[in-house]
């Protein structure tokens, strides 16, 4: 099993991720974790909520994964996502990538954050002070 | 036919499934023309896909008996 793929409404464990990808051939692990942020164009972030498509995004995360592994002489790559509310500061989502050199990893792992941003069917919804909105999406 | 809606769509729906009448043969298109029309909010989304099965699906695929459709609105997980 070279990839982990896991959608959770439980906060993600950084350190048993980073673990799983580790193995004696691999010479490097990049890890990209991404967390709420306060603030967004100057208004105060009160939390977030993710919404997934679950079936769908599992599917979408592995094809992503099974493409890293094509492209790049990758040996592990994990990629968990979280849903839910989630307060500033929290994790969302987490990729780590293990290959023998660092090109690789850092590559997989940027092509991996970028792309499941653009074709995973997961949803995040900002809530403000004053309102809320669903991002990338003004009905 | 039973659509599944997420994040915004469900908020346009009021609902997380909606039922539409869809004649056998009809194609995804169809189907977004026919949603359109029924909720015209849609059209300010901008784009938002249509999947079927779980796979993005293409304008011309011919919707079956038993397939799960579910309209995608623009994505930003992560």
Redesign the interface.
Known sequence: MNIDIKISVDPLQIQSCIDWVMSPQCGGINVFIGTVRNVTKGKKVLRLEFEAYQSMAMSEMNKIAKDVLEKWPVQKILIHHRTGILQTGEVPVIIAVAAAHRDAAFDACRYTIDTLKQTVPIWKKEVFEDGEIWVAAHP | MKV?A???V???FNNSIVDVDLADGATVEKLKTLLEKKYP?LN???SYMI?VN???ATMNYVIQKGDEV?I???????
């Open positions: 599944l997420f994040g915004v469900k908020e346009i909010l300010q989304l901008g999947s779980n796979e993005y579910a995608i609105p623009p994505v930003s997980g992560g």
